[in-house]
Structures are given as C-alpha cells and as structure tokens.
C-alpha cells in the first residue's frame, strides 16, 4: 500500500494546528489554576489584589513562553515510515529518537479529544509487544490531519512484516518469510529454552 500523504522513507510533520492544541491546552489548565486558586484567595482576602494582578501577568508571560516552546517543539517534530519499522524525533531541549519495527506492533489507536476536533488534528497512538504491560503508547503521533489513512499504512505494514500479504488476509510467520535475523534469533531463543528443560529433567 502506497499513501499520498505518508510516502516511505520521506520525514514528515505533524500538522501546524499542533501548536494551536498545545498552546490551548496550556491556556485553559491556566484558566483552571485562576479559577480554582486565585480567584479564591482573593475573595478571601488571602492575597491582596496587587498580588492577583502580579500573578495573572505572570502566567501571561508563561502563555508567552509556552507558545514560543510549542512552535520550537513542532519545529524539531518528525517521523518517517520504512518497509520494515518506523522512525521518529522530537525535543526542544532533550532531543529524543526512536525506532518501532513493524513486527513489534500490537495495538494502533486514534485519539481526537474537544480541542483537536475543531482543528481537524487526531493522534495515532502505537503499543508494542514491550509496552503493553505499561498501559502507555511506545510512540504517539501527534497533530495528523489523514489519521484514518495512517492507521491503516502502518497496519499493512504490520501485517505484511508478520507474513501477510498486505491484504488483510493475514499470514503465518515461516522460515521463508522470516528474515536471517529474525531466524536466527527463534533458533537461538529454543536452544535456551531446550537447555533450560534438559537441567531441569
């Protein structure tokens, strides 16, 4: 399966609308802090009003900062998909990289929440066989306009990679679909597992 707007081996971003979602995020969980502490405070004269104001003009400038921080994050944002895993890089400060194989894939989710829906933006979310158990994605793909049509590239890659056709059909891993590591690595995994019985019988 070829795809128009997330061909192989070519990087690409996350949609613009992003930085929107983080920033507005960002402004109503200050909105919230402002309501449920500020305001608070001073109808109880627990702080006086030249503190309240002092207070809103510093989350103003944290709106500031955040935005700049959100365009940087985006900035610094890509991912690119191969024949046989996918890969990614995103941070500001702390660069970080990542490699997800595609046989390694268990779970492929689409999240839209409130904010995202009027900016036409979902998030892929990807589980792997190691991260299951930890109830969190291994790798989240943020901002995506075409969701629907990811999802379903990253799943025929999958598939195929796992012995399918690509076609839905499925398939069985043989030893001719497997690749010499691969291979080797099954060989290597039932001779421990053949020395582990012979010691215990």
């Given at each position: 399966?070829?795809?128009?707007?997330?061909?192989?081996d070519t990087p690409f971003?996350?949609?613009?609308?992003?930085?929107?979602?983080?920033?507005?995020?960002?402004?109503?969980?200050?909105?919230?802090?402002?309501?449920?502490?500020?305001?608070?405070?001073?109808?109880?004269?627990?702080?006086?009003?030249?503190?309240?104001?002092?207070?809103?003009?510093?989350?103003?400038?944290?709106?500031?900062?955040?935005?700049?921080?959100?365009?940087?994050?985006?900035?610094?944002?890509?991912?690119?998909?191969?024949?046989?895993?996918?890969?990614?890089?995103?941070?500001?400060?702390?660069?970080?990289?990542?490699?997800?194989?595609?046989?390694?894939?268990?779970?492929?989710?689409?999240?839209?929440?409130?904010?995202?829906?009027?900016?036409?933006?979902?998030?892929?979310?990807?589980?792997?066989?190691?991260?299951?158990?930890?109830?969190?994605?291994?790798?989240?793909?943020?901002?995506?306009?075409?969701?629907?049509?990811?999802?379903?590239?990253?799943?025929?890659?999958?598939?195929?990679?796992?012995?399918?056709?690509?076609?839905?059909?499925?398939?069985?891993?043989?030893?001719?679909?497997?690749?010499?590591?691969?291979?080797?690595?099954?060989l290597d995994e039932m001779?421990?597992?053949?020395?582990?019985?012979?010691?215990?019988?």
């Open positions: 399966m070829r795809s128009e707007h997330f061909p192989l971003k996350p949609s613009r609308a992003i930085i929107i979602w983080f920033t507005t995020n960002f402004i109503l969980l200050m909105g919230f802090l402002i309501v449920v502490v500020l305001v608070p405070l001073v109808y109880y004269d627990e702080i006086s009003r030249s503190s309240f104001d002092a207070a809103l003009v510093i989350i103003a400038a944290a709106i500031v900062m955040f935005f700049i921080w959100a365009r940087l994050y985006y900035d610094s944002m890509w991912y690119e998909l191969h024949d046989d895993e996918m890969r990614w890089k995103r941070g500001v400060i702390f660069r970080r990289t990542g490699i997800v194989p595609y046989n390694r894939v268990t779970n492929i989710d689409i999240k839209q929440g409130p904010v995202m829906r009027p900016l036409g933006i979902s998030t892929v979310s990807i589980q792997t066989a190691g991260y299951s158990g930890k109830g969190v994605p291994e790798i989240s793909i943020e901002g995506i306009v075409h969701a629907e049509e990811l999802r379903e590239l990253i799943r025929t890659m999958v598939r195929v990679c796992s012995g399918g056709d690509g076609t839905g059909s499925g398939g069985t891993v043989t030893p001719q679909t497997l690749k010499p590591a691969g291979l080797q690595q099954v001779r421990a597992i053949r020395a582990l019985l012979e010691e215990k019988l």
